[in-house]
């Protein structure tokens, strides 16, 4: 069989991506950011919807100031704590030097090694908090009040309540919540870039810092282009079997 001329006996792009440590690696620390984060989001915002379902005196004006994070963009969010987590300058480090009692300047939120990627995770689940809330609050809101009216005359308890009535009515609603964030956050870019662009070393190092390097740093056109493909595939593929899951949790 004849060989192709252009290609001769060397790999192709996507070959090289399947067998570069340095995207398998990018890839681990995408997954652990994507798992932590969304974790968190979902716990958090789950439980700050239980109690804005809630109502309370101030109820609207918590509310509101709940949702402010999710309403600046990337580029403020990341900038604004960037300022904070400055060893010199920075706010955050007096806070925890006054709780703790560890020295200001001892420690850097983004430039330790160990700290770095938990600094992502904290800064996209206090951005990103609100919106699972938001999603949550209308799957609790969507459960009918004669429901909980019946469970209440059978003298079920507010803890068999909620795992018996909120928690599988409000399923479908936590999945999707999970899908839209887990999709935002493989892909997520500016934020790190912001933070860290992807250090120290390459701890905090994403698939799309790495994408990015390659394309606007290496100029390794055809290299970062498979690896654009690759992800979109990959990101196409565990999306399209988690709407099937999705949908038949919320026929049942």
């Known amino acids: 069989m004849r060989q192709c001329p252009w290609l001769g006996n060397k790999k192709t792009e996507s070959m090289r991506i399947l067998t570069d440590e340095d995207i398998w690696y990018a890839m681990q620390v995408t997954a ?21 379902n809630r109502q309370f005196r101030g109820h609207s004006f918590w509310t509101t100031l709940i949702l402010l994070p999710m309403m600046l963009s990337p580029a403020v969010v990341g ?3 960037t300022f904070l987590l400055q060893p010199q300058t920075g706010l955050f480090n007096d806070i925890v030097s006054f709780f703790t009692g560890i020295a200001p300047n001892s420690f850097q939120m983004i430039g330790d090694v160990p700290l770095a ?19 949550c609050l209308a799957g609790l809101r969507s459960i009918p009040d004669y429901i909980y009216e019946a469970a209440e005359v059978d003298r079920a308890s507010p803890w068999r309540q909620f795992w018996s009535i909120t928690l599988p009515m409000t399923l479908p609603f936590l999945m999707l919540a999970i899908l839209f964030r887990g999709i935002e956050n493989f892909k997520m870019f500016d934020m790190v870039n912001l933070l860290t662009s992807g250090g120290p070393g ?14 606007f740093e290496k100029w ?3 290299y970062s282009s498979a690896l654009a493909i690759i992800l979109f595939v990959a990101v196409f593929g565990a999306a399209n079997i988690y709407v099937k899951a999705l949908n038949r949790v919320k026929q049942r």
């Open 32 to 52: 652990r950011f994507v798992f932590w984060s969304v974790g968190l989001e979902v716990l958090l915002g789950f439980g700050l919807a239980l109690l804005v």
């Open 79 to 81: 900038n604004f704590w």
């Open 117 to 135: 990627p938990w600094t992502i995770v904290m800064v996209d689940t206090w951005m990103w908090t609100p919106y699972v809330m938001l999603i």
């Open 202 to 215: 390459s701890v905090t190092e994403t698939v799309s810092i790495t994408l990015k390097r390659a394309a």
């Open 220 to 222: 390794q056109t055809g």
